[in-house]
């Protein structure tokens, strides 16, 4: 056995860069350990410079900046929202805080994001009983941009505005367009296993300067222009740390990097895994579109293999692989049970069958054989 066999081979782990700590100790040398101060302005700045995206405000979480999306999209209590069933917890916890619904939606097969049929057929529905629902948020899962000329079609076509959740999908275009700037409103996230980190952070990107302006309002306790404490409207503490856009800062520097690296073990994972037919390696771009390979998918096929995923994720455990299960649909969890939803059936079979391999930027090329050569212990050769 290599030594390399005895080290833990993280899904996704922190990839950190050179400059990271040079951000932090300039923010400590000169004292801006609060959340305001120049790394947060920098961050900023850099997201919309990589993004295009006008206004950029940095949050200290993801979910925040989904719940002060869709605050600024106008979702209040008794709204409903749609929202992809195939998408982490975090994309729907939010409409729940604004006393919303979530009304979810399968996924379509070739990109495993929302659905476009369904979606006409939501909004039809919805409409005809005279209701629309106040916003779609779109998902861009482990990173595969979404059919987005169809979807923004739909939407505009029935006037409801649309939240891109692309808290997987930083470095991800659509005709060269980064996602996170096709929405009313963008987000991102940097939690400690996305694509970049600043160990936990989100930004919501948008073109209108007034939304900006009343995001980084609500983050800030929602305080009115006063010399004393004034408040006329519910807040929340959502900024982020002048100390953790420092370490963003760094790796923004380094996005460009991480997509490539990720891109090519997304490429060896298709290369290395062709002789085994019992997997399939997660969906193909669509034409004009590239994701980042945030985390490689595999689908199981039961015509060559009897084991579930689960099996194959604790065969890969006993060598200290760490693999996890695909997200499962949020109609099908406990939280959200009576939940209105369309179709179903897509992103069950997704869940039923899937898994995430390592993935991490920081992987090298004989931790992917590792990998590879664990799978091959228990899947059937071609
Ligand atoms: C990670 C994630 C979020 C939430 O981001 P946090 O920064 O962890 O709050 C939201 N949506 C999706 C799809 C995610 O993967």
């Keep these: 056995m290599r030594s390399d066999e005895y080290d833990r081979l993280y899904l996704s782990p922190p990839h950190l860069g050179r400059h990271e700590l040079n951000y932090l100790h300039k923010a400590i040398e000169d004292n801006w350990v609060a959340p305001v101060g120049p790394n947060i302005d920098g961050f900023e700045r850099d997201i919309c410079q990589y993004t295009g995206a006008q206004h950029c405000v ?27 069933s195939f998408t982490f917890v975090a994309t729907a916890n939010p409409v729940r805080y604004l006393g919303a619904e979530p009304v979810f939606i399968d996924s379509e097969t070739d990109t495993w994001n929302i659905c476009p049929g369904l979606l ?23 990173g595969m941009p979404a059919r987005l000329p169809e979807l923004l079609a739909i939407a505009a076509e029935f006037g ?47 073109n209108k300067s007034e939304w900006a302006q009343q995001a980084r309002w609500l983050a800030t306790q929602a305080r009115d222009a006063a010399p004393h404490y004034q408040h006329s409207a519910v807040g929340y503490n959502y900024r982020l740390s002048n ?20 891109r090519e073990i997304y490429a060896q994972y298709c290369e290395l ?40 994720r604790q065969h890969l455990e006993t060598h200290n692989i760490e693999a996890r299960p695909l997200w499962k649909p949020l109609h099908l969890q406990p939280l959200f049970a009576g939940c209105a939803t369309y179709g179903g ?38």
């Design 58 to 84: 940095a949050l200290n979480s993801g979910t925040a900046a989904i719940h002060l999306g869709l605050q600024l999209l106008g979702v209040g209590p008794g709204d409903e929202v749609l929202v992809p």
């Design 273 to 312: 895994l062709k002789p085994l037919p019992a997997v399939q390696v997660g969906p193909a771009e669509l034409p004009n579109a590239r994701a980042n390979r945030w985390l490689t998918t595999i689908l199981l096929r039961p015509e060559h293999t009897n084991l579930s995923p689960e099996e194959v």
């Design 243 to 262: 100390l953790l856009a420092g370490i963003g800062r760094g790796q923004m520097g380094l996005i460009e990097d991480r997509v490539k690296r990720r």
């Design 160 to 206: 409801v505005p649309v939240l891109e959740d692309a808290a997987e999908a930083l470095g991800s275009t659509f005709q060269k367009q980064p996602l996170g700037t096709f929405g009313a409103v963008g987000i991102f996230s940097f939690n400690g296993n996305k694509i970049i980190t600043t160990s936990g952070g989100g930004a919501l990107v948008t």
């Design 120 to 142: 006409r057929e939501a909004l039809t529905e919805r409409s005809r009983r005279g209701r629309l629902p106040k916003a779609i948020v779109l998902v861009h899962l482990y």
């Design 345 to 382: 059936s897509v992103c069950e079979d997704l869940f039923n069958r899937g898994l995430c391999l390592p993935s991490g930027s920081a992987m090298t090329d004989a931790h992917v054989r590792r990998v590879i050569s664990a799978l091959k212990e228990i899947l059937p050769a071609g």
